[in-house]
Nanobody, 117 residues
Framework: QAELVESGGGLVQPGGSLKLSCSVSGNIFDEFDMNWFRQPPGQQREWVAAHTKYGTTVYKESVRGRFTISKDNAKNMVYLQMNNLKPEDTAVYYC???????????WGQGTLVTVSS
C-alpha cells in the first residue's frame, strides 16, 4: 500500500503564504483522487481541496481563490499552495489518497499550520 508523507507546515502571519508538500510512495495517481483535508483545533476533520485522477481540481468554498492544489506525476508529489492565510486556516493538514472502487483511503500523518501574529 502506498504511503503519504506531508511536509511544509509551520507558523505564518496572517496574509502570508505556505506551500505544503505530500510525498507519495508508489504510482497511484491513475487510480486515486488526491485530497487535502484539515482538522482545526477542537473541530472535526474537513475536506479542503481535491485533484482528481482525471485532472480536475475542486476547492472548499472558504479557500477557493487562495489555495491551489497541484500534482507532479514525475516526482510523485502533491502540493497545496496557500496564500493570504487567515487565522481560521490554522489546523493540522492531511494529505489523502482516495480510491472509490474498491473503496480505499490512505492518509498521511499530518502537518501543523498555525496562522498567527
Amino acid at each position: 500500500q502506498a504511503e503519504l508523507v506531508e511536509s511544509g507546515g509551520g507558523l505564518v502571519q496572517p496574509g502570508g503564504s505556505l506551500k505544503l508538500s505530500c510525498s507519495v510512495s508508489g504510482n497511484i495517481f491513475d487510480e486515486f483522487d488526491m485530497n487535502w483535508f484539515r482538522q482545526p483545533p477542537g473541530q472535526q476533520r474537513e475536506w479542503v481541496a481535491a485533484h482528481t485522477k482525471y485532472g480536475t481540481t475542486v476547492y472548499k468554498e472558504s479557500v477557493r481563490g487562495r489555495f491551489t492544489i497541484s500534482k507532479d506525476n514525475a516526482k510523485n508529489m502533491v502540493y497545496l499552495q496557500m496564500n493570504n492565510l487567515k487565522p481560521e486556516d490554522t489546523a493540522v493538514y492531511y494529505c489523502n489518497a482516495r480510491r472509490w472502487a474498491p473503496e480505499l483511503d490512505i492518509w498521511g500523518q499530518g502537518t501543523l499550520v498555525t496562522v498567527s501574529s
